[in-house]
């Protein structure tokens, strides 16, 4: 089946920890996408990437860093230097289509 | 603040019409989307209208888009239990980010 994969589905960490939120998918798709989800808000863009090897800042990406090695995947590291890292993480990816096609999302628990 | 603005919460009566609107601020919007989020998981595409469209209709769906005013809304017919979820409005712009409002959530009571 073609998708988009996340885990975990639920991730605890402590304070001061780094914790890396992985991102598959085998749709083929260049661009991927990731989103931020509070209570109340609409999603928030993380980080992108159109393609390989590149990957752009989206409108909240202090305290996070991406990287793009292959097509497949899109990991998501949560640094220690996020300052509310609690939330609903989504990822998702596009390919020449109109749609963005969602991961099922991991809910990171920061303590 | 948001660019996309939606209603929190709306709630109907099992088998009434639920319509949950939006409105948006970039007028070179491509497309324009509704998803659909269950508890726990990721969003689900319903559906979606290009900028040039004025009605789609797609089964118990129907979106309206008034561009005059950058209206839309999701009309949802016969209303189900199982459209209980939070509904988010969604604007493609033109170098294709996307924007997405925060989320109308939708009880649909027996």
């Known amino acids: 089946d073609g998708g988009i994969t996340q885990s975990p589905k639920y991730l605890f960490r402590k304070e001061g920890q780094n914790v890396t939120l992985s991102c598959e998918q085998n749709?083929?798709?260049?661009?991927m996408y990731w989103y931020r989800q509070d209570p109340g808000q609409g999603l928030r863009l993380i980080y992108y990437s159109q393609i390989v090897n590149d990957f752009q800042k989206g409108d909240i990406a202090e305290g996070y860093s991406v990287s793009r090695e292959k097509k497949e995947s899109f990991p998501l590291t949560v640094t220690s230097a996020q300052k509310n890292p609690t939330a609903f993480y989504l990822c998702a990816s596009r390919g020449d289509e109109y749609e963005q096609y969602f991961g099922p999302g991991t809910r990171l628990t920061v303590t | 603040g948001e660019d996309v603005e939606q209603s929190l919460f709306l709630s109907v009566r099992e088998g009434d019409s639920s319509v949950i609107n939006c409105t948006y601020t970039?007028?070179?919007?491509?497309?324009l989307y509704w998803y659909k989020q269950e508890p726990g998981a990721g969003l689900q595409l319903l559906t979606y209208?290009?900028?040039?469209?004025d009605m789609k209709q797609d089964q118990r769906l129907t979106v309206l888009l008034n561009k005059k005013d950058k209206h839309l809304s999701l009309r949802i017919a016969d209303t189900q239990t199982g459209d209980s979820a939070i509904y988010f409005c969604?604007?493609?712009?033109?170098?294709?980010?996307?924007?997405f409002g925060a989320g109308t959530r939708l009880t649909v009571k027996p």
């Open positions: 969604a604007e493609r712009g033109w170098n294709n980010d996307m924007r």
């Open positions: 209208i290009f900028s040039n469209m």
């Open positions: 749709l083929n798709h260049d661009a």
């Open positions: 970039d007028s070179s919007s491509t497309y």
